[in-house]
């Protein structure tokens, strides 16, 4: 997989966060840069961002995934300040994908089967993280405008990818390396809650998509849809059946039930104007998170 770097334009690409979880994938994908802290580069320096006048295209990742109260302001910092840095260096005609999160509808995402973008993103206590994105977002609208460059916000829902060392992974790929380490997994609310998946080679096929567009501006909610839609109880289900192996399941150390409970992404709107729609289905994309004989699980 992720074997199509050879077919995207000639076009000079940076990932910021892109030694991270996700971004290690998608600087691969992309043949491209990294700007990140491991590369020796800081979004609070005003030094460091200039770089991004050198690219055509900026696909930013990097942010502070912090939750706790007692650190908002730095994630605030990070998050925004970063971010603007960033967006006061775009050229003009470039191009610039900004990595929200699906988690700035808060808790009004339960009121829909299917989450479109017109679900209200009003303050319904979310945290910092959360709330730095929509803002992240509300900046990157007026300097993409006012500056004359070409920008996409993708509001994700669960964007798994396989583990690269010195990454913290999101929850699927941590309930994938728990079955093949024999370690038990901890469960919400009894496994219950669902929500749609997407696998990282479909994120940069959408990244590409808007890049490859006539399109200026776009805000789209991006995951994996109905039909890679299930409870996480029936994912690591899924997950034996594709590895073989058994999950251990921790039953008496419930964690907190999410908000929402419940999450599956609107597509029609990604793909009536990106012609976009996820390629990897949940068996496919599940087997690179697994190992045989330490040879990863690849089709």
Not at 150 to 160: A, D, N, P, Q
Not at 237 to 254: C, F, T, V, W, Y
Request: charged content about 20%; overall charge negative; hydrophobic content about 40%.
């Amino acid at each position: 997989m992720l074997e199509d770097s050879e077919k995207k334009p000639k076009m000079k690409i940076l990932v910021t966060g892109g030694s991270g979880f996700l971004g290690t994938h998608v600087r691969s994908f992309f043949n491209a840069d990294d700007f990140s802290r491991r590369s020796n580069l800081d979004l609070l320096n005003l030094q460091d961002v200039t770089i991004v006048e050198n690219y055509d295209v900026v696909i930013h990742l990097a942010a502070l995934l912090d939750k706790s109260p007692e650190n908002a302001e730095e994630v605030f910092l990070v998050n925004v300040e970063g971010t603007v840095n960033l967006l006061r260096s775009m050229r003009e005609n470039s191009v610039f994908i900004f990595a929200s999160t699906k988690d700035v509808y808060g808790r009004f995402a339960d009121n829909y089967q299917l989450v479109s973008e017109s679900c209200p993103t009003l303050y319904s206590g979310q945290t910092a993280l959360e709330w730095s994105k929509l803002i992240a977002e509300r900046y990157i609208e007026f300097y993409a405008h006012q500056r004359n460059f070409r920008s996409c916000i993708f509001r994700l829902s669960t964007v798994y990818a396989p583990l690269t060392e010195g990454n913290i992974p999101n929850f699927v790929t941590h309930y994938a390396d728990c079955i093949n380490k024999g370690l038990p997994i901890r469960l919400p609310a009894n496994g219950a809650p669902v929500r749609d998946i997407l696998h990282v080679e479909d994120f940069c096929r959408a990244c590409e998509a808007f890049i490859e567009s006539t399109l200026r501006h776009g805000l789209y909610n991006l995951g994996g849809g109905p039909q890679n839609a299930l409870s996480l109880r029936d994912l690591i289900k899924k997950m034996e059946e594709i590895s073989g192996l058994q999950a251990i399941i921790d039953e008496q150390n419930p964690l907190p039930a999410p908000i929402p409970m419940n999450y599956v992404s609107d597509l029609s709107k990604v793909t009536h104007e990106l012609d976009w729609e996820p390629k990897i289905s949940i068996e496919e994309g599940l087997k690179t998170l697994f190992f045989t004989s330490g040879i990863p699980v690849v089709t």
